[in-house]
């Protein structure tokens, strides 16, 4: 019951005030940026994802932010304060998050254009339908690969080629969790896009903003709780976890007490653990 309280599904609740702060602040960005560039879409003539997908390069350096508070919270159970940190994240990956915009940018937008386009041409065609399937299962394969990609990127420092090669290798690393990551990510984002469908007037305005504002943190969030002990145990460990043997740690009233017990050996027992008494009185270095 203990080892649940401190679970990530347990803190998201706990900490759900926070959380959509941080959640807020970065969609309040994508909601800006995503707007200004489906207007240009519009008021250009092409409105196409190509042109309305613009607003996501923009919108992509902020994302160090929203997923170094996810990481603190979900993961090391550090609860830090939310618009500091979110900027500081910010500040600090600035230079890289503009390739990885680019890069997200384009993923999303060559593969939302392919599967329409291999989509409606497999109603009709096998051959269609073939390039259709392999188009998608190489769209997860992508999916999968940008979810390390930024979190080792606000986590480790690597080099760029470093970065994507590990990317792509740890798709590979835990199939497992990242079938679950990716079937949790493509569920929150099928749940999204039929709130917008099933929508009309006005309520649809509503329920766009509402996916904007609350998609990018429980996706993060999810997904960085399932796919992190993955990571951690091939790139390595994160700055606030501990691995398990250090997390038992000797209080200091049970150091007191093991300072105070009168033996000729350096170590005591003390509440069923080994203790070292300290050296107080050594003052020689």
């Avoid at 690597?158 to 792509?168: Q, V």
């Avoid at 309520?203 to 903003?209: D, E, G, H, N, P």
């Amino acid at each position: 019951m203990r080892s649940f309280s401190k679970s990530a599904f347990a803190v998201f609740f706990k900490q759900l005030p926070k959380l959509l702060l941080a959640g807020a602040v970065f969609s309040s960005f994508l909601l800006v940026f995503m707007s200004l560039s489906i207007f240009a879409g519009k008021v250009s003539g092409f409105y196409n994802v190509i042109v309305c997908g613009l607003g996501i390069i923009p919108a992509s350096l902020f994302l160090p932010g929203l997923i170094m508070v996810v990481r603190k919270y979900g993961v090391e159970k550090e609860f830090v304060p939310v618009v500091p940190t979110f900027f500081a994240a910010v500040r600090d990956n600035f230079k890289q998050f503009i390739l990885h915009g680019f890069v997200i940018y384009l993923i999303v937008a060559c593969s939302t254009f392919a599967i329409i386009y291999y989509g409606l041409g497999a109603l009709s065609s096998s051959v269609y339908s073939m390039i259709f399937i392999i188009y998608v299962l190489f769209t997860f394969v992508l999916m999968i690969a940008l979810f390390y990609l930024l979190l080792m990127a606000v986590t480790y420092i690597l080099r760029l080629r470093d970065l994507y090669k590990n990317a792509i290798l740890l798709v590979f690393g835990t199939i497992i969790r990242n079938i679950c990551a990716l079937l949790y990510a493509l569920g929150i984002g099928a749940a999204a896009l039929l709130a917008i469908v099933y929508t009309s007037g006005v309520w649809r305005y509503f329920a766009a903003v509402l996916v904007t504002m609350l998609c990018p943190l429980i996706v993060s969030y999810g997904v960085t709780a399932i796919i992190s002990k993955g990571m951690q145990e091939n790139v390595g460990p994160f700055v606030g976890v501990k691995p398990e043997k250090e997390k038992s740690e000797i209080t200091d009233e049970e150091q007191e007490l093991a300072d105070s017990i009168s033996s000729g050996g350096d170590y005591v027992f003390v509440n069923g653990k080994m203790i070292k008494k300290s050296d107080k009185g050594d003052n020689t270095q």
